[in-house]
């Protein structure tokens, strides 16, 4: 089993649907991500959950709504959205908040808003 | 604030050398080199933490100058294998990991 996974890796969806997206490691970490990387965009970060508990919200609109149910599985639930929301929707884990513990990455979803 | 990347995107023979730089206006703990793959997910390449640090495996070698504050990223007799886009993430401070900002990204092409 890979260290990261996502489910689904596409996705197109009607701005007046509700969808979520999943993140699942396998690598026994504590910390895990949520980041949107849109085309020609640095990757930005969204969400960061330490222990199930979120510890950064970066000013993401309310209509992503994150759930951590525990260390392993990592939820973004998605409703209203707007066709600027079209990207690569990646999770990423890692052992820790410290800054030299390494993030790992999934292989995204690619969310398309109609 | 996002680090900065430079070159944007470079093409290279197979075989011959890249340089791609990070620069950060703030003082970095530390620095993360990633590579992606179109269609793929970010791989993670080394980490390199305050200090002066110099790492590499294989051809792939990075150094962190703290007092520029900025990291480099070189690649030497590159193969085919090296294409993708090439990212720094860049954090302030020892338990920041929830702040990681990354660059824009350099694109790297080799061709035969």
């Known amino acids: 089993e890979t260290g990261v996974t996502q489910t689904p890796r596409h996705l197109v969806m009607g701005m007046t649907n509700k969808k979520s997206l999943k993140c699942e490691q396998h690598?026994?970490?504590?910390?895990m991500y949520w980041y949107k990387q849109s085309a020609k965009k640095p990757l930005e970060l969204m969400f960061v959950?330490?222990?199930?508990?979120?510890?950064e919200n970066n000013s993401v609109p309310s209509r992503f709504s994150p759930e951590c149910p525990n260390s392993s599985h990592l939820f973004l639930h998605l409703h209203t959205l707007q066709p600027e929301d079209s990207a690569l929707y990646l999770c990423?884990?890692?052992?820790?908040?410290?800054?030299?513990?390494?993030?790992?990455f999934g292989p995204g979803t690619r969310l398309t808003v109609l | 604030q996002q680090p900065v990347q430079s070159p944007q995107a470079v093409i290279l023979r197979e075989g011959e050398d890249a340089v791609i730089n990070c620069s950060s206006s703030?003082?970095?703990?530390?620095v993360h080199w990633y590579r992606q793959k179109h269609g793929e997910a970010p791989v993670f390449l080394m980490i390199?933490?305050?200090?002066?640090e110099q790492k590499g495996h294989d051809k792939i070698s990075a150094s962190f100058n703290e007092k520029k504050q900025q990291s480099s990223l070189y690649l030497t007799a590159s193969q085919l294998s090296y294409s993708g886009t090439y990212f720094c993430?860049?954090?302030?401070?020892?338990?920041?990991?929830?702040?990681?900002?990354f660059g824009a990204g350099t694109r790297l092409t080799v061709k035969p």
């Open positions: 703030k003082a970095l703990y530390s």
């Open positions: 959950y330490n222990f199930k508990e979120q510890t």
């Open positions: 690598l026994g970490h504590n910390a």
């Open positions: 993430g860049t954090e302030w401070g020892a338990y920041n990991n929830n702040d990681m900002r």
């Open positions: 990423a884990s890692s052992l820790g908040l410290a800054g030299a513990d390494t993030q790992y």
């Open positions: 390199l933490l305050k200090g002066g």
